[in-house]
């Protein structure tokens, strides 16, 4: 579980009545005295309370800076605010937050926000705060709320948050007008010991172990688990395409202790460079990353390749993550492989075959099967796939000269520019139909180069910059994609 700091404001230091929820859910409570970096260096969670109904503690405003900088590198911040008033220059990145501090109209109910996530409503429910001497102090306004900032509380008016959690940096900031200080010590017979122990749990779960991937849609990043069939994900040519299909599998810590295979791999942020991706990741071990360096380019010719994550395990920032109890891989299928922004970073889609097996049971298979009108592009990598003495060749690489894995985004032609474009084919289909119609052998051994429409590449591979095919010799490909249409 997590090491958790606890601080309150009014005292300059932790308060006893903060360990039990802590302890009661598992976590190890550490005292904080002073919220400065080198106490902050050794918690994963700082959960803050302040009593003041007139002020924030001088204390923890001296060390402001510090807070942020843990929040940034990948701590999460939990509040629960009596003041309100300006709390909004207590939060990393929350200046445009609108706060407004308000202890009788409506303070006294607090219902669960539409679309909070099960992490967060478990054992807790609309009545289960409600009359707790003014359940809050005051409310946040919805549409204020920074990016990717998920409603967890509200009052009777849902566009008035009581609490809600957003990313920052690295870390995840949760904040409420709850006074929990109060409730914690249960001297109010309406608040029970239990209520207080499940809602922490709950917000642990929400910052520690939930705060889900967010990928870019065309209505902005959205967390990976509240995407549905028919969401338009944007691609790697800038277009967006639907979802056909959405999937998890959730496994608990016996699965995960039964199959080590199973444990995920944390690319920390910045991992891959360019800083991406913006927040840490976990993928599954075969879950392949985009790379596009100045390495690869020398050693196989191509601007951007895929590679399994677990292949990049003891590279700066990315390791495999078994200190996990339980994790949900949730699986995005479009109609054929592509390259979506998860993070900032760009990485691959469900691309169907073995591997993909693996992490899907029999029925998301046959419900695959059944949605899916050809499970042919569906199994065709976006970009290569490097595999064998080339992968290794390049992490060696990359290793010894420290170059990160993404130099540059990689920018393929645009599909407006393409004679297929009014067909509506993006620019990673017409590369497809492009490197299907073109078979280049080498003239001394006729042996094929590595191409993108194959899963192995064992050689070096090179790119040739010749004219792109007819434009019916185009379509045909994308229409037959198990035929070859050679150029003449």
Not at 314 to 327: A, F, K, W, Y
Request: glycine share 8%.
């Amino acid at each position: 579980m997590a090491t958790v700091g606890y601080y309150d404001m009014t005292l300059g230091q932790g308060g006893s009545y903060q360990v039990n929820e802590l302890t009661g859910n598992g976590h190890t409570a550490v005292n904080i005295t002073v919220p400065d970096a080198s106490q902050l260096a050794g918690i994963d969670t700082l959960y803050v309370t302040n009593p003041s109904n007139v002020s924030f503690g001088s204390e923890y405003r001296a060390n402001q800076a510090a807070i942020t900088d843990a929040v940034q590198n990948g701590m999460n911040l939990v509040i629960f605010d009596r003041y309100v008033s300006n709390a909004h220059t207590l939060l990393p990145g929350g200046s445009a937050i609108s706060m407004v501090r308000d202890v009788f109209g409506g303070g006294i109910d607090v219902n669960i926000a539409a679309g909070a996530p099960a992490a967060f409503t478990a054992n807790i429910n609309d009545s289960t705060f409600d009359w707790g001497y003014l359940s809050s102090n005051g409310y946040v306004t919805l549409a204020s709320l920074p990016p990717g900032a998920v409603p967890l509380l509200t009052r009777a008016d849902p566009s008035q948050v009581v609490a809600f959690t957003y990313p920052y940096g690295s870390g995840t900031v949760f904040y409420s007008t709850m006074p929990l200080d109060f409730f914690s010590k249960t001297t109010n017979a309406q608040i029970t010991p239990a209520e207080v122990l499940a809602l922490i749990g709950n917000v642990m779960n929400v910052v520690c172990f939930a705060a889900g991937t967010r990928i870019m849609t065309l209505l902005g990043e959205k967390l990976v688990e509240d995407l549905q069939p028919g969401d338009l994900v944007r691609v790697l040519d800038g277009s967006h395409h639907p979802l056909r299909w959405v999937g998890q599998r959730r496994l608990g810590k016996d699965d995960l202790l039964r199959n080590p295979l199973l444990y995920p791999v944390k690319l920390a942020a910045g991992a891959l460079g360019m800083g991406l991706p913006q927040r840490d990741i976990r993928v599954s071990r075969q879950h392949r990353m985009v790379i596009s360096s100045a390495p690869l380019r020398a050693l196989t010719g191509h601007s951007a390749a895929l590679v399994a994550a677990c292949k990049l395990v003891g590279l700066p920032g990315i390791v495999l993550d078994d200190s996990v109890e339980e994790v949900s891989y949730i699986h995005l299928l479009f109609d054929r492989h592509q390259v979506i922004w998860a993070e900032g970073a760009p990485s691959e889609s469900l691309l169907l075959g073995p591997e993909a097996d693996k992490m899907l049971t029999p029925a998301q298979v046959h419900d695959i099967a059944m949605r899916l009108p050809s499970l042919d592009e569906a199994s065709t990598p976006a970009l290569p796939v490097l595999t064998g003495r080339i992968r290794k060749s390049l992490i060696q690489r990359h290793q010894r000269s420290g170059r990160p894995l993404i130099e540059s985004l990689p920018t393929p032609r645009p599909a407006s520019t393409s004679p297929l474009s009014a067909l509506g084919a993006s620019a990673q289909g017409i590369a497809r139909a492009t490197h299907r119609t073109q078979r280049i052998l080498a003239a001394s051994c006729h042996q094929r180069f590595a191409e993108p429409s194959h899963m192995h590449i064992d050689g070096a591979a090179v790119d040739v910059d010749i004219s792109a095919p007819h434009p019916i010799q185009q379509l045909l490909a994308a229409e037959h994609p198990a035929r070859t249409f050679h150029q003449t």
